[in-house]
């Protein structure tokens, strides 16, 4: 591991479905959900330093929107290291943009990792040993390495990789050529997907030597990276937007796949919160609480001066955060997004946001 591995995070996202805690200002990223008293950036950041070697390697690419967020929670951030998006145009120009600032500075031979900023990962040290067994392979083979996690339930909210054919070991880690890519699939899908045993769950990590990265690009999304080289950051007004997986991932001859154990999830909204720090109890109870026949519920509330009395209630989801309260069954989390929309198409609405 002579050569640096340049850890990127990338931390644009707005995290909506964490409504109201997550707010325009203060975006998933920026909060701690798992009373660590870190935030989600800066517990991304503490697990790719060990990657990076120190601060100086350690990349991020975030939204003008909250840049100066990330300054704050990062402030051992060497300020080069930081990309600002004018504007966000999903994962596929922020990846090319990344790729291109860090070629120039290392050249094409460097090993680049994508991280998003706000996931939960549960065991360091086999996260450190999958992400070393993808580097070595992403260093002795032209790909784009992707990991992969191993499903344990049918889930319809995470895209799916197919492995295909096997290769060599990496480390102890089996690698695999990816067959195909697959979007949020129905629950019967999913359930034969995972029968199958050859699927695992996309991460949305990925693993690369810039050059290998950049040349894929030019073959199959030239509308992307051709006005990033020629414009930088300039270009973004004209770049349309688009996932790395629709823009490179799907059309690839070059992903490959390593499945990884390490404890992972997404924290895609409220009911994540549950998978990852419930345990046995009959709640999750991230407030002061005092519940009456209530089961399966979830309560958050910013206020320790505050007390949140449920009565009767059962697989609901209760938010209380500053001047906005959320209440939501569990199965219609999804629609939060939905609500947003409404509170952004009301004037009078729009201070909650």
């Known amino acids: 591991m002579n050569k640096p591995l340049i850890p990127v995070i990338l931390a644009g996202g707005k995290g909506e479905r964490f409504w109201p805690l997550s707010r325009k200002q203060r975006p998933k990223q920026f909060l701690c959900l798992d009373g660590s008293g870190k935030s989600l950036l800066q517990a991304t950041a503490d697990r790719l330093l060990p990657l990076a070697g120190d601060w100086?390697?350690?990349?991020?690419?975030?939204s003008d929107r909250i840049a100066d967020g990330v300054k704050e929670q990062l402030p051992l951030l060497p300020t080069e290291n930081l990309l600002v998006e004018p504007e966000g145009r999903d994962t596929a120009p922020a990846v090319a943009w990344t790729t291109l600032e860090i070629s120039q500075r290392y050249g094409e031979e460097t090993a680049i990792a994508f991280f998003p900023a706000d996931h939960w990962i549960g065991d360091r040290q086999t996260f450190e040993k999958t992400i070393y067994a993808a580097t070595e392979?992403?260093?002795?083979?032209?790909?784009?390495?992707?990991?992969?996690?191993?499903?344990?339930?049918?889930?319809?909210g995470y895209g799916y990789i197919e492995q295909g054919e096997g290769i060599n070991n990496y480390g102890d880690l089996s690698a695999y050529k990816v067959s195909r890519f697959t979007e949020k699939p129905d629950r019967t899908t999913a359930e034969s997907f995972i029968s199958t045993g050859r699927y695992s769950w996309n991460s949305g990590m990925f693993i690369f030597r810039a050059g290998v990265f950049l040349e894929e690009l030019m073959r199959y999304a030239p509308q992307i990276i051709t006005p990033l080289k020629e414009k930088g950051s300039q270009a973004y007004s004209e770049l349309e937007k688009k996932s790395i997986d629709y823009a490179l991932m799907e059309k690839t001859q070059l992903a490959y796949v390593?499945?990884?154990?390490?404890?992972?999830?997404?924290?895609g909204d409220w009911n994540a919160l549950e998978r990852v720090l419930q345990g046995d109890k009959d709640n999750l109870e991230l407030a002061n609480h005092v519940g009456k026949d209530t089961k399966g519920t979830i309560i958050y509330g910013s206020d320790e001066g505050e007390v949140i009395v449920t009565?009767?209630?059962?697989d609901v989801v209760i938010v209380r955060d500053g001047n906005a309260t959320l209440i939501v069954k569990k199965d219609r989390t999804q629609e939060?997004?939905?609500?947003?929309?409404?509170?952004?198409?009301?004037?009078?609405?729009?201070k909650f946001l």
């Open 311 to 314: 009565i009767g209630l059962e």
């Open 137 to 156: 392979l992403a260093r002795s083979t032209e790909a784009i390495v992707t990991l992969g996690i191993t499903p344990n339930y049918a889930s319809t």
């Open 336 to 350: 939060i997004k939905q609500v947003l929309k409404l509170l952004q198409a009301d004037p009078k609405q729009q």
């Open 56 to 62: 100086d390697k350690l990349w991020v690419i975030t």
């Open 258 to 267: 390593i499945p990884a154990d390490f404890d992972w999830d997404d924290l």
